[in-house]
């Protein structure tokens, strides 16, 4: 049986994975590939930690070079992680010749078009389906399965950490915080937790993503984020009440002009398959002008299910290594040199529902003064409900409006914040779907 | 750029379709693809009828063989369905060299090996992404994304009709034959709906996706069939009461040995994301060892999806035969020459929780010889529950079972009904999730 020869970088909770994968499911593999992968060498700076799976001392080595100039090795795994030195290491490998796999979705998000030119010049293939959706096959489905349509939306739960928050904070009703920390104690959040929490880690996906979905290239810096720091459990329970779950979605929408690309709390219908994606898991809804709505969804994350994407992606690039061929699909779905820069649609001319929660004084003529500024920026109100009465002192009012413009909700709830009848500034909740 | 001609044989909903797509997205699949996919020839018995697509005259033949044995064409599309004559089209394409995209799940399950053999040998390619699921992208999740893991369990509603059905009598309360009569004058069910409503068609489907999961050869006869005619409004309504669904399951499982497949009425818990697809839909529910669950959801027929579907094989075939190569992907995930029969566990021998709904004569000592001859064979009860009062009349009595072998509730139920005690043989439902 041919043998395909592959190097890893990187043996943390991931690169363990996919040895275990190489090795608990070989014959599996080896079924549907015709070959072996063969694991050749491990690099990382601490070969010491046990890393829970048995490897030959010799494999190990903290000499990145004997992965990426390693003669018997075609495909090399990047598992280090964020910038650097996963970059550098990464286009050595690409240099060298050598087919990549990578799950390092902050790396591609920011420096893909120079990780993908580097990979195109070299005629090598790169495989990253394990950058977003963990373990989901969701690049592939969208890159291949969907190759006949023009995509159109993209609503996507791409972080774990947030939606188990979420998700705790719903059914328990406890605060974010509390939650957050609950979650740090049990390995779902990190010790700083900014990536997740405040929706970065999900902008990352959603550049990869909506770039493969729509065929233009959208800046990550392009992306509006919002995190769910100022997400309360009232918040939570309101939009239930309303029929609506509060999700850290990841929206995408190209009119075949402009691309909007945003991820933000958001409000959907109980009744959305997404809102009954419940802890870490992650999924993607995501609507075609052919296809229509398919939805897509499984661990986001995780060692075992990220590996398994990993091995995905080495079983894919051994079959083009296997017949001599490469760049068979190109990276991002479509042909580089036709690939577009996407023109974004600013945060400002969004239109969608919106969620308002004002801590607004109980006495007379309140409402009618928030209503009509409101009013005022063409904001039309769907429904209005003062929670519980308290003459004179602040009770929440829930305002959810028809379809508006961001900039005029944002300069309306400006306007409100200034009339010195509510505490604190608004909440806004975006709604969707 | 390049061109890759296409033909097609038989022109109705889907192949219309077809045609639309190749059309209206012609610029977005180059710019996927890089080439051009070019309609050659289009042949139907009947080439008169408007299909609402604009054709060239001269694309239309009547003759197949101007589409089989045309130089210009190098991949056809078999869109005739039935097993004949569209085995003979499809094999006399092959045997010519073309590589094959088809639909026909019917077919497949059938005679699969017959039509995978004759590919083979000619070294052509075959896609029936189309011919699973409809739209969605199935069978490239399985066959590829998971391409590291060893798959033990899938839970499918892989038929449209009868999901459509079974949602309608639950939202409606109405019977399975007035729902069936609106379905057809809606044009969701056939004149003759017996491939749908028996669970046929769920099962062909079964037959190719546990093949491609397991890399065992699943035949389509072993698949147990039972369909939803039997399904009453009470027994949906029982269910919910419970926190269950009715759905009609294509559920297939491995434990490494042997390969479980069956297509039934079954009940899942309410809060799985399977009981919240509704209508035409389908969706799939995958379980592997190192990905763990996953969720494909989608349009499970209809011309556009499925159009989609072929079209997205299309492109990834005629990104082969711009690189010259095929059989990149054996077309069942496993190389054929690895690909062992399964061995199939006997419906007998399967386990699961059951719901169990008798008519019972309201009167004392009636539910402790029900609950009796369960109890000697060896089924232990969850709950009973007695529905409504009618002293010495029939009343509905429900019981759900603890996991038991279907073979002792069988036997159990045979005896129930000699009691005298029941109006009728009880309905049976499998519990599972």
């Given at each position: 049986m041919?043998?395909?020869?592959?190097g890893?970088?990187?043996i943390?909770?991931?690169?363990?994975?996919?040895?275990?994968?190489?090795?608990?499911?070989?014959?599996?593999?080896?079924?549907?590939?015709?070959?072996?992968?063969?694991?050749?060498?491990?690099?990382?700076?601490?070969i010491?930690?046990?890393?829970?799976?048995?490897?030959?001392r010799?494999?190990?080595?903290?000499?990145?070079?004997?992965?990426?100039?390693?003669?018997?090795?075609?495909?090399?795994?990047?598992?280090?992680?964020?910038?650097?030195?996963?970059?550098?290491?990464?286009?050595?490998a690409?240099?060298a010749?050598?087919?990549v796999?990578?799950?390092?979705?902050?790396?591609?998000?920011?420096?893909?078009d120079?990780?993908i030119?580097?990979?195109?010049e070299?005629?090598?293939?790169?495989?990253?389906?394990?950058?977003?959706?963990?373990?989901?096959?969701?690049l592939?489905?969208?890159?291949?399965?969907?190759?006949?349509?023009?995509?159109?939306?993209i609503?996507?739960?791409?972080?774990g950490?947030?939606?188990y928050?979420l998700?705790?904070?719903?059914?328990?009703?406890?605060s974010?915080?509390?939650v957050?920390?609950?979650?740090?104690?049990l390995?779902?959040?990190?010790?700083?937790?900014?990536?997740?929490v405040?929706g970065?880690?999900?902008?990352?996906?959603?550049t990869?993503?909506?770039?493969?979905?729509?065929?233009?290239?959208?800046?990550?810096?392009?992306?509006?984020?919002?995190?769910?720091?100022?997400?309360?459990?009232?918040?939570?329970?309101y939009?239930?009440?309303?029929?609506?779950?509060?999700?850290?979605l990841?929206?995408?929408?190209?009119?075949?002009?402009?691309?909007?690309?945003?991820?933000?709390?958001?409000m959907?219908?109980?009744?959305?398959?997404?809102?009954?994606?419940?802890?870490?898991?992650?999924?993607?809804?995501?609507?075609a002008?052919?296809?229509?709505?398919?939805?897509?969804?499984?661990?986001?994350?995780?060692?075992?299910?990220t590996?398994?994407?990993?091995?995905?992606?080495?079983?894919?690039l051994?079959?083009?290594?296997?017949?001599?061929?490469s760049?068979?699909?190109?990276?991002?779905g479509f042909?580089?040199?036709?690939?577009?820069?996407?023109v974004?649609?600013?945060?400002?001319?969004?239109?969608?529902?919106?969620?308002?929660?004002?801590?607004?004084?109980?006495r007379p003529?309140?409402?009618?003064?928030?209503?009509?500024?409101?009013?005022?920026?063409?904001?039309?109100?769907?429904?209005?409900?003062?929670?519980?009465?308290?003459?004179?002192?602040a009770?929440?009012l829930?305002?959810?409006?028809?379809?508006?413009?961001?900039?005029?909700?944002?300069?309306?709830?400006?306007?409100?914040?200034?009339?010195?009848?509510?505490?604190?500034?608004?909440?806004?909740?975006?709604i969707?779907?």
């Amino acid at each position: 049986m041919r043998e395909i020869g592959v190097g890893i970088i990187g043996i943390g909770t991931v690169g363990a994975g996919v040895v275990q994968v190489l090795q608990e499911n070989a014959d599996e593999i080896e079924r549907r590939l015709g070959a072996h992968l063969r694991l050749v060498k491990v690099a990382d700076k601490d070969i010491e930690t046990d890393r829970g799976v048995r490897m030959d001392r010799s494999v190990l080595t903290t000499d990145v070079a004997e992965v990426v100039e390693n003669p018997e090795i075609q495909i090399v795994v990047e598992l280090v992680g964020g910038y650097e030195p996963a970059k550098t290491f990464l286009l050595r490998a690409i240099r060298a010749g050598k087919h990549v796999v990578t799950a390092n979705k902050a790396l591609l998000a920011v420096h893909g078009d120079e990780i993908i030119a580097a990979a195109r010049e070299r005629g090598v293939d790169l495989g990253f389906e394990a950058s977003v959706g963990g373990g989901i096959p969701l690049l592939r489905a969208v890159r291949e399965g969907m190759a006949a349509n023009r995509i159109h939306t993209i609503f996507g739960i791409l972080n774990g950490t947030t939606n188990y928050i979420l998700t705790e904070m719903k059914e328990k009703g406890e605060s974010f915080e509390r939650v957050l920390r609950e979650a740090q104690k049990l390995g779902y959040a990190e010790a700083d937790p900014t990536f997740d929490v405040e929706g970065i880690d999900a902008a990352h996906k959603l550049t990869i993503l909506s770039t493969l979905a729509f065929g233009r290239k959208v800046p990550f810096s392009s992306v509006f984020t919002e995190g769910i720091s100022r997400v309360t459990p009232q918040d939570i329970q309101y939009a239930a009440d309303f029929g609506y779950a509060v999700k850290l979605l990841a929206v995408a929408k190209f009119d075949g002009k402009r691309v909007e690309a945003r991820v933000h709390p958001t409000m959907i219908p109980s009744n959305h398959l997404l809102a009954g994606v419940r802890g870490v898991y992650n999924a993607a809804y995501i609507d075609a002008d052919f296809l229509g709505p398919t939805l897509y969804y499984g661990q986001g994350a995780g060692r075992r299910a990220t590996a398994s994407a990993v091995v995905g992606d080495l079983v894919e690039l051994a079959r083009n290594v296997l017949l001599g061929v490469s760049w068979r699909v190109p990276p991002r779905g479509f042909q580089e040199d036709m690939l577009e820069p996407a023109v974004v649609k600013p945060i400002d001319e969004i239109s969608c529902q919106y969620y308002v929660r004002a801590m607004a004084l109980d006495r007379p003529g309140v409402l009618s003064r928030i209503s009509g500024i409101l009013g005022e920026h063409g904001i039309s109100i769907e429904s209005v409900v003062q929670k519980g009465r308290d003459a004179g002192q602040a009770v929440p009012l829930i305002i959810m409006t028809h379809e508006a413009r961001e900039a005029d909700i944002r300069q309306a709830l400006g306007e409100i914040d200034t009339l010195g009848v509510t505490l604190g500034p608004p909440a806004l909740i975006r709604i969707e779907g």
